[in-house]
């Protein structure tokens, strides 16, 4: 039998039906019979990813998990090989935009719920140290290579939101409630075609990072202001 899409460049398939939110019957028949005739593709189903009613929202972040899921699965895989390589022997677990943690083996099934993870990790850790000092309430300031983020812990607690809007897509996951107020350190800074300075969202990343660094980068980012 040939591949079902041999030769197309497609590593994954997102399965959304309609009613599936209340009874996926008909998604897990669907994705039992893919996943039988094309082995070789990631296949994720709505109602595993995000089983909520509205049809648009649940559609938008099966998809976007099935975009990012094999990419999170290879990293994960590839860093719990170097663990083991190392001599680590305990668990692995990841953050996620909750600011809570799931296992390594979850990861690849549920991408989508680790898109603002690094910035839930911050909040976490910020609470975790005003706790032990004694501190109430909490606004957090994390800069990163794309972005400034800000959070509010009233008494210590972050507050949760439903939904997330990535690149103006609705992502039915539930995260720390954080606001972008800014670029990032990394965040590249260009003239555009009106003449007007423009900073990101492009950015320089750690390689080759900001000309500063001395690493290869090459165009001027917000570390390399003075």
Do not use: K
């Not at 460049?9 to 669907?30: D, F």
């Not at 109602?47 to 990012?68: G, L, M």
């Not at 590249?188 to 990072?209: C, Q, R, Y």
């Amino acid at each position: 039998m040939q591949p079902l899409l041999g030769g197309s460049g497609v590593t994954s398939l997102a399965i959304c039906l309609l009613n599936s939110y209340r009874n996926p019957a008909h998604e897990q028949a669907l994705a039992a019979m893919l996943r039988e005739r094309a082995p070789e593709l990631e296949v994720f189903a709505s109602h595993e990813v995000s089983p909520e009613f509205r049809e648009y929202e649940r559609t938008v972040t099966t998809t976007v998990n099935a975009f990012v899921g094999p990419v999170v699965r290879g990293y994960v895989d590839r860093l719990e090989a170097g663990l083991a390589a190392g001599g680590y022997g305990g668990a692995l677990r990841l953050m996620q935009s909750n600011g809570g943690i799931m296992p390594a083996a979850a990861a690849g099934s549920n991408a989508v719920r680790m898109l603002l993870s690094g910035p839930a990790a911050g909040v976490r850790a910020a609470i975790w140290f005003a706790r032990r000092n004694a501190i109430a309430d909490l606004l957090t300031l994390d800069m990163g290579g794309t972005s400034t983020d800000v959070a509010v812990a009233p008494q210590c607690e972050p507050r949760i939101v439903s939904e997330l809007v990535v690149d103006d897509l609705p992502i039915r996951t539930t995260a720390v409630d954080m606001a972008t107020v800014g670029a990032g350190g990394g965040s590249i800074a260009s003239i555009d075609a009106g003449g007007f300075l423009n900073v990101g969202p492009a950015s320089a990343g750690a390689v080759p990072g900001p000309a500063c660094y001395d690493r290869g980068g090459e165009l001027p980012t917000v570390t390399d202001a003075r």
